[in-house]
């Protein structure tokens, strides 16, 4: 874990919970001048600590109501498999998530499409453009609790 201290945690709080803030804001909610402050945030976006600043939006408004958690067992564990695997879910914007598992399925994807025919289309699309040993849907039916921030502890640091 990279070396942080308590001020570093609170900006990081900060930002995890609105990244829209000006600088003067997030300044004086953890204690600190503006210019120490945007050099502290600049030198956690260079460590790579801070990896983007986005918009959270509602993705039923945008016309991805269906969320579906597939499972994914692979034909083979061969290089040359992971590769095509990738390149095949990187073009393919709907397919949100991609992990490696360790366990009984290798892969797990996080999907958003607009409905049931939108996901038979991306399936179609993905199992054509990759050989699949076994998908899994899960289909979402609600989403209960949904965040991005990390527990950071400000108060151990």
């Not at 939006?57 to 040359?80: K, N, Q, Y």
């Not at 958003?112 to 699309?125: E, M, P, W």
Request: charged share 25%.
């Amino acid at each position: 874990m990279a070396e942080l201290d308590q001020i570093d945690g609170k900006i990081i709080v900060e930002l995890m919970r609105d990244a829209t803030l000006p600088v003067a804001q997030i300044a004086d909610r953890v204690g600190l001048s503006q210019t120490p402050c945007w050099k502290r945030i600049q030198r956690l976006e260079a460590t790579g600590i801070v990896t983007g600043r986005v918009a959270m939006v509602d993705p039923a408004r945008l016309g991805f109501g269906l969320t579906v958690f597939v499972e994914v067992e692979a034909v083979d564990h061969s290089a040359e498999w992971r590769d095509a695997f990738m390149k095949a879910t990187e073009a393919i914007p709907e397919i949100m998530e991609v992990y490696r598992m360790a366990g009984e399925m290798d892969y797990l994807l996080r999907i958003s499409v607009g409905d049931t025919a939108d996901f038979d289309g991306l399936y179609k699309r993905l199992t054509d453009a990759v050989a699949i040993k076994n998908f899994t849907s899960h289909f979402v039916m609600e989403r209960m609790k949904f965040g991005t921030a990390y527990p950071v502890d400000t108060q151990r640091r």
